[in-house]
T-cell receptor, first 115, second 112 residues
Framework: NAGVTQTPKFRVLKTGQSMTLLCAQD?????MYWYRQDPGMGLRLIHY???????AKGEVPDGYNVSRLKKQNFLLGLESAAPSQTSVYFC??????????????FGPGTRLTVL | AQSVTQLGSHVSVSEGALVLLRCNYS??????LFWYVQYPNQGLQLLLK??????LVKGINGFEAEFKKSETSFHLTKPSAHMSDAAEYFC??????????FGAGTRLAVHP
């Protein structure tokens, strides 16, 4: 099992460029998440998905879009990158426990710099 | 609204000393609480979690945490620090759909 993988690992963009981050999981998890990590702020939820074809906004969704066309993949898009989106992005997945007690499994992260 | 506060962004201990990382939460519903660890340039890994039942929770690598409702705390401890424990530690609260609300993190340094 590869667990949760993220592509690419590093990326440098210029302001206004677009890109897509890919997250893939092979654990048959229903739930998937995108977080961003900034110094001194922990991880903040951008968007999440509770199943194929569904997405929902998290705490900091502005400037990002997501899609979940296949159960195993969760894509995060930046349509017009801004320097404020310089961050480390983490994808995670979990089983759909209704009591919200299940563990999230994290990918290794993507370090994005926007110049 | 739920929130998590980690006291101390940096903690430094000597090898063999007690590790104590503090976490307090605010919630109007029964909390489900987690501690995750992040080693340099890696993703997050679950250390332990509290859902229901026993308030003293044991995790991996010798860590444990005690849920104290009266103090709204979930502090992480380890009796004897090892050099390999140097990492960043995050306390988190689980909301609906397993969404996690993270504290700001505490970076633990272990020196010889």
């Amino acid at each position: 099992n590869a667990g949760v993988t993220q592509t690419p690992k590093f990326r440098v963009l210029k302001t206004g460029q677009s890109m897509t981050l890919l997250c893939a999981q092979d654990m048959n998890h229903e739930y998937m998440y995108w977080y961003r990590q900034d110094p001194g702020m922990g991880l903040r939820l951008i968007h999440y998905s509770v199943g194929e074809g569904t997405t929902a906004k998290g705490e900091v969704p502005d400037g990002y879009n997501v899609s979940r066309l296949k159960k195993q993949n969760f894509l995060l898009g930046l349509e017009s990158a801004a320097p404020s989106q310089t961050s480390v992005y983490f994808c995670a997945s979990s089983y759909p426990r209704l009591d919200s007690t299940d563990t999230q499994y994290f990918g290794p992260g993507t370090r994005l710099t926007v110049l | 609204a739920q929130s998590v506060t980690q006291l101390g962004s940096h903690v430094s201990v000597s090898e063999g000393a007690l590790v104590l990382l503090r976490c307090n939460y605010s919630s109007s519903v029964p909390p489900y609480l987690f501690w995750y660890v992040q080693y340099p340039n890696q993703g997050l890994q679950l250390l332990l979690k509290y859902t229901t039942g026993a308030t003293l929770v044991k995790g991996i690598n010798g860590f444990e945490a005690e849920f104290k409702k009266s103090e709204t705390s979930f502090h992480l401890t380890k009796p004897s620090a090892h050099m390999s424990d140097a990492a960043e530690y995050f306390c988190a609260f689980s909301g609906g759909y397993n969404k996690l609300i993270f504290g700001a993190g505490t970076r633990l340094a272990v020196h010889p």
